[in-house]
């Protein structure tokens, strides 16, 4: 799960599907003492000065980390289908807000510039 994923503008990385921590897809889910998913890079540095949990801080019953293996098998599992089910429509997204952003502008630019080379190589040949 390396490559990076690419959400389309106005959705948003389901939260079930990120470490509370990084606020990212998880590459390694792993199960703490609190109950929650974590992903296991995140939740490693956060035990090594930490004894709470890091949703609610409240104390941990112990500091072991248990592999999620289903999470993982899923989310390998909708990589592979391309990730579509990965994000949802982000309700707090507001295009006007985004108008003038370069990054937003430029996205949109390549978008444009890839759609045409898409529709040139798909046009029939003149014989």
């Known amino acids: 799960m390396s490559s990076p994923l690419l959400?389309?503008?106005?959705?948003?990385?389901?939260?079930?599907?990120?470490?509370?921590i990084t606020r990212s897809l998880m590459s390694?889910?792993?199960?703490?003492?609190?109950?929650?998913?974590?992903d296991r890079t995140a939740i490693?540095?956060?035990?090594r000065s930490h004894k709470t949990s890091?949703?609610?801080?409240?104390?941990?019953p112990h500091q072991m980390v248990v592999p999620n293996h289903n999470l993982k098998?899923?989310?390998?599992?909708?990589l592979k289908e391309g990730g579509k089910g990965l994000y949802c429509?982000?309700?707090d997204f507001d295009e006007e807000e985004m108008k003038g952003d370069v990054?937003?502008?430029?996205?949109?630019?390549?978008?444009?510039?890839?759609?045409?080379?898409?529709?040139?190589?798909?046009e029939p040949r003149a014989q």
Not at 28 to 38: E, F, I, K, N, S
Not at 54 to 60: A, C, Q, S, V
Not at 108 to 115: E, G, H, N, R, T
Request: aromatic fraction near 6%.
């Open 73 to 78: 098998r899923l989310l390998e599992d909708m």
């Open 89 to 91: 429509v982000d309700e």
């Open 54 to 60: 890091p949703k609610n801080n409240d104390p941990l």
């Open 7 to 20: 959400i389309p503008l106005g959705y948003k990385l389901r939260d079930e599907f990120c470490c509370p």
């Open 44 to 47: 490693e540095r956060w035990l």
């Open 103 to 122: 990054r937003i502008e430029l996205v949109k630019q390549k978008v444009s510039d890839a759609q045409g080379m898409s529709d040139a190589l798909n």
């Open 28 to 38: 390694d889910p792993v199960l703490a003492g609190d109950g929650h998913t974590y």
